[in-house]
């Protein structure tokens, strides 16, 4: 069973809204989490790292809250825009350990 | 540095034929990892290099999977005998090293299909 699930699978929204994804995680203990975009065809590029005293960390319209205790964490997109199109990806890092637990990530359509 | 590059960015082979993928890590960065992402899901561990020194390989990589790091610069992915669901992404990090794993940063994939 992956360590990390990330819902919805998908979604579409218009252009100018706002979105939220969820990430659920049983990683433990673990340093920090991730929210990487990724691009079809492309790397992830990293938006957010969080520790696991931090409960939210902001990147331009990119907004993610992380709740330890729950073991859940969001990322906000605000006012979307067409260049959001990606797939976003949650990302735990295990205390020590080289490895990150990756979700199978959310795909953003933003529609005209 | 401008960051992780991997070449060549798309490879198409046939069945059966041998490939190689590079990977040009951050200079400064002693660690370089082997991810491979199919469609819709999250990048996959394949190995972990240490400077030069090859430290965990995933039961993701068959006896047909080769990876090495020279002089703990560049690495190098061999595939031999391609088969069709070798078809994927493989994606390339580095990072620093530390135990928060700050830094990790991939590179653009190489994506491979094989027809």
């Known amino acids: 069973k992956n360590q990390v699930e990330q819902s919805p699978q998908s979604l579409i929204i218009l252009e100018g809204k706002n979105c939220t994804l969820q990430?659920?995680?049983?990683?433990?203990?673990?340093?920090?989490l991730r929210w990487y975009k990724q691009d079809t065809g492309r790397g992830p590029v990293s938006l957010t790292i969080?520790?696991?005293?931090?409960n939210t960390k902001s990147n331009g319209r990119y907004t993610a809250t992380l709740d330890a205790d729950t073991k859940q964490s969001s990322l906000h997109i605000t006012a979307s825009q067409l260049s959001d199109s990606a797939s976003y990806i949650c990302v735990v890092s295990p205390l020590n350990d080289y490895k990150l637990s990756f979700g199978a990530g959310t795909t953003v359509t933003v529609r005209a | 540095d401008t960051g992780v590059s991997q070449n060549p960015r798309h490879k198409i082979t046939k069945r059966g034929q041998n490939v190689t993928f590079r990977c040009d890590p951050i200079?400064?960065?002693?660690?370089l990892y082997w991810y491979r992402q199919t469609l819709g899901q999250g990048p996959e561990f394949l190995t972990y290099?240490?400077?030069?020194?090859?430290?965990?390989k995933s039961r993701l990589l068959s006896d047909r999977f080769s990876a090495e790091r020279p002089k703990g610069s560049f690495s190098t992915l061999e595939i031999q005998r391609t088969e069709q669901g070798d078809s994927a992404m493989y994606l390339c990090?580095?990072?620093?090293?530390?135990?928060?794993?700050?830094?990790?940063?991939f590179g653009s994939g190489t994506r491979l299909t094989v027809v």
């Open positions: 990090a580095s990072s620093p090293g530390g135990g928060a794993n700050y830094g990790y940063t």
């Open positions: 200079s400064e960065h002693n660690r």
């Open positions: 969080m520790t696991f005293s931090e």
């Open positions: 990430c659920n995680y049983t990683v433990s203990p673990f340093s920090n």
């Open positions: 290099f240490q400077n030069e020194a090859q430290l965990e």
